[in-house]
């Protein structure tokens, strides 16, 4: 467990790390949901006893009950984006839109299957609106915190969609680990 893995904000939280050597992560799960965005290294990610083995530009869904960990490679630097966000956030986001975006969570968790793999220019688009909600995190001007939600609104509805529109070629980069399955 690291104590960096528990949120410190009410709605969400935006995180973007690149280290020159992966770190070492445990089996862990937290109070919310995650969307990892993968951007370079040589990782999989393991899920709940599924092993995704990651390319640049994908994308992972877990939610508070998902057993999930890093399964990184040295030799490349590791750089990803993750974003977490609170059952708060998705309430509210109820209110307001009357949509449950927590919908294609609770999709992947059924059919164990969290990967999101969208095309160059899905991923471009990903990036440019990461960059958007980091530069907005920053500002302190009138309005930041508001720009940083619509541009993270915007991206997880483009997520919820490709969650919906992916192909199920997707599923020859996942192998399954037996001996957690049998601990889950």
């Known amino acids: 467990f690291n104590p960096s893995q528990l949120m410190t904000k009410r709605y969400y939280e935006f995180h973007h790390f690149l ?3 992966p770190p070492e992560v445990g089996f862990h799960q937290h109070p919310f949901y995650e969307m990892f965005f993968f951007l370079s290294g040589n990782a999989g990610y393991i899920i709940d006893g599924r092993n995704y083995k990651l390319r640049p530009g994908d994308i992972l869904l877990t939610s508070s009950l998902d057993l999930h ?4 490679q040295p030799g490349k630097p590791y750089e990803r984006i993750v ?11 109820k209110d307001f839109y009357g949509e449950d975006f927590t919908a294609c969570f609770t999709d992947a968790a059924l059919k164990n299957y969290r990967l999101i793999r969208p095309d160059s220019q899905g991923i471009a688009h990903l990036k440019r609106l990461c960059t958007k909600m980091l530069n907005a995190s920053h500002d ?11 541009y993270l609104t ?3 509805v483009y ?4 969650y919906y529109d992916a192909p199920a070629s997707l599923k020859d980069d996942i192998t399954e680990n037996e001996k ?5």
């Open 83 to 93: 974003i977490w966000l609170a059952n708060d956030f998705f309430d509210y986001m």
């Open 19 to 21: 280290d020159e050597t």
């Open 69 to 72: 960990r890093l399964n990184a």
């Open 140 to 150: 302190k001007d009138i309005g930041s915190t508001a720009l940083t939600t619509a």
């Open 159 to 162: 997520v919820s969609r490709a």
């Open 180 to 184: 957690v399955n049998q601990m889950i």
């Open 154 to 156: 915007e991206f997880l």
